[in-house]
């Protein structure tokens, strides 16, 4: 395996390790939102899993010696000198320094709608307690205004 398709597949690797997969599926509140999540974590576990399996391996290499014995030297020597002046291009990443910044920029976007959230959160708890509370106190009120007026 060339050296840059090693890298990607050993980065890819670790950043799959990383990612708070449980975390950020908690902070999902509809069931639209979880399924595409659930798409998304997918895949990514798909990608992951062929770079680490096929791209992984080392092509064997050619026994020239082989053919030579059963093809003759010139036509093999000809291949092999074609086959060894191939390059095969190493892969510029393009795409994560540009979508990076935006991905991060979610990210703390993300946690400050969590935060904002579980804060909403809590004052509606609030409230509702408190409202429960005042329906305890008021309720035998209430009902003897009600049977009053009748």
């Known amino acids: 395996m060339s050296g840059s398709v090693k890298k990607i597949a050993d980065v890819t690797f670790k950043a799959g390790r990383t990612i708070d997969w449980e975390g950020m599926a908690k902070l999902l509140v509809t069931d639209e939102a979880r399924k595409e999540f659930s798409n998304l974590r997918r895949a990514f576990d798909?990608?992951?899993?062929?770079?680490?399996?096929?791209?992984?391996?080392?092509?064997?290499?050619?026994?020239?010696?082989?053919?030579?014995?059963?093809?003759?030297?010139?036509?093999?020597?000809?291949?092999?000198?074609?086959?060894?002046?191939?390059?095969i291009p190493k892969f510029v990443d393009t795409v994560t320094p540009q979508y990076k910044p935006k991905f991060d920029a979610l990210l703390v976007e993300l946690k400050e709608a969590e935060q904002k959230s579980l804060k909403e959160s809590e004052r509606l708890?609030?409230?509702v307690a408190d409202v429960q509370e005042l329906k305890v106190f008021i309720s035998p009120y209430f009902s003897m205004y009600i049977y009053s007026y009748q």
């Open 125 to 127: 708890e609030k409230e």
């Open 46 to 87: 798909d990608v992951n899993s062929q770079l680490q399996t096929k791209f992984s391996q080392e092509p064997e290499p050619i026994n020239w010696e082989y053919y030579r014995k059963g093809i003759g030297s010139r036509l093999v020597d000809m291949y092999k000198e074609a086959y060894d002046s191939v390059e």
